[in-house]
């Protein structure tokens, strides 16, 4: 518990320091120092982890520009481009919008050409990423991208009778929450970019909708055709 809340303050303590350089880009220490209220000890903790992160870049301060000074340099900091891009996360909204859009589809035919579109471009995000000769080997594969991404899950074989030894993905945690509660067809989306990754015949054998601890994906052996 002490852990957790320490790393809450720290992620506080460094949202404050990248929203002063969003508005004053080029500060040294001791101007960031004031300005947060803390000391310039604390100033540097907070920008070393911030460098090391990629979200902020120093440079010589202007000043000492073409006059050589002794001791050390003074530095000012700013945001990278990472660093800058890093304020807005609205993108979970944006969704929403579009997922009622894709769902306001009447035509199943367009509906379902949309899916697999969906599906598609979801799958070309990973796909570089994805490796193996076997349906078990690229599903394991897929598993690790998404433990980086934070989703809890694992591959092992099937227990059904109807699928014995079939390599399964468990995920104990929905990528899309609030999307699959209102229309499971986000279900389908991911059902098909798995397909894809895979290469082989993928099912939706249990999912939390119905009741389920966890989604289960089981992998069958041919290549779906198409």
Request: proline share 4%; aromatic share 4%.
């Amino acid at each position: 518990m002490a852990e957790s809340s320490t790393s809450h303050s720290q992620r506080s303590s460094d949202h404050a320091l990248i929203e002063l350089l969003r508005v004053r880009d080029s500060v040294g220490i001791g101007d960031l120092a004031e300005a947060l209220g803390v000391t310039a000890t604390a100033v540097r903790q907070r920008l070393d982890r911030l460098t090391q992160a990629g979200l902020v870049g120093r440079s010589i301060a202007a000043n000492q520009g073409h006059v050589r000074h002794r001791g050390r340099p003074s530095h000012a900091y700013s945001l990278t481009e990472k660093g800058r891009r890093s304020g807005g996360d609205n993108f979970r909204d944006l969704a929403m919008v579009l997922w009622t859009e894709v769902r306001s589809v009447k035509e199943p035919a367009v509906r379902q050409g949309l899916l697999s579109r969906i599906a598609s471009a979801m799958a070309g995000l990973y796909r570089d990423d994805v490796s193996g000769s076997t349906a078990r080997q690229r599903l394991e594969s897929v598993a690790t991208l998404f433990r980086n991404r934070n989703l809890s899950c694992d591959v092992g074989p099937s227990a059904d009778e109807a699928s014995p030894g079939l390599p399964v993905l468990t995920t104990y945690s929905c990528p899309y929450p609030e999307l699959a509660e209102q229309d499971r067809g986000i279900c389908a989306a991911e059902r098909l970019m798995l397909q894809e990754l895979v290469g082989a015949s993928v099912q939706l054998s249990e999912c939390r909708l119905d009741g389920a601890t966890c989604c289960r994906f089981t992998a069958g052996d041919a290549t779906p055709a198409g």
